[in-house]
């Protein structure tokens, strides 16, 4: 498995997950997931899935316009017109042992509206729409939550929030285990280090593009 490769394409998944539920649906290529009409906030207008993805694999499948977002998985590409609005780096550990979910599955609109004002205090209503219920595993307990997200060998761990991250990071991981024993974990943090701490290890950069 192609690690850095397999955490973008997770990732993409999750932003055509998300778009979906919001009914806009992106497009998948060898090179880049991209959506012709803007994003709900906080979520890129195109992912790139190889490091070979060039300005033109998603500048032209994209609303290129001002408040456009590129999600440079390899932090290579060269967008004119554009700045970097953030820089992280991806995440991947081997799977966990079981040891009980500390956490539970959010299954109904009630919690997962909880579960959204937790995670973003209170800067957004509606962006968790009820139809991802059926489609990503939203976790929640009293030290945080997480989204968790299998769409391939290994499951995306993204939308890590609690009061202690030490204690957010060890309840989402046994949680991860429970739910998808023997899985490997990926995602990306702009502060990898909370989750260093649990055993992940850096497996290489990216960058956030922004059309101001």
């Not at 060898?30 to 906030?41: E, F, L, M, Q, S």
């Not at 599955?105 to 579960?115: H, K, Q, S, Y």
């Not at 204690?167 to 989750?195: C, H, I, N, Q």
Request: aromatic share 10%.
């Amino acid at each position: 498995m192609n690690v850095p490769a397999e955490a973008a394409r997770d990732n993409a998944a999750w932003c055509d997950l998300m778009c979906r539920a919001h009914g806009r649906p992106g497009t998948f290529t060898g090179r880049a997931w991209t959506n012709p009409v803007r994003t709900p906030p906080f979520y890129p207008d195109a992912v790139t899935l190889s490091p070979e993805a060039t300005a033109a694999d998603v500048l032209g499948r994209i609303d290129a316009g001002a408040g456009a977002t590129v999600k440079d998985s390899f932090a290579v590409l060269d967008l004119p017109g554009f700045d970097v609005l953030f820089e992280a780096q991806w995440i991947h550990r081997a799977a966990p042992e079981p040891a009980g979910a500390p956490w539970e599955v959010v299954r109904d609109p009630a919690t997962l509206a909880e579960w959204e004002q937790a995670c973003f205090g209170g800067e957004t209503t509606g962006l968790f729409p009820p139809a991802l219920l059926t489609e990503a595993t939203i976790v929640y307990g009293r030290s945080g939550g997480a989204v968790l997200t299998a769409t391939g060998p290994a499951v995306g761990v993204s939308n890590v929030f609690g009061a202690d991250l030490d204690a957010t990071w060890a309840d989402a991981l046994a949680t991860a285990a429970a739910l998808f024993p023997g899985r490997p974990l990926v995602g990306y943090e702009t502060d990898p280090e909370p989750a260093l701490h649990h055993g992940f290890t850096p497996i290489g950069p990216l960058r956030v593009w922004l059309h101001p």
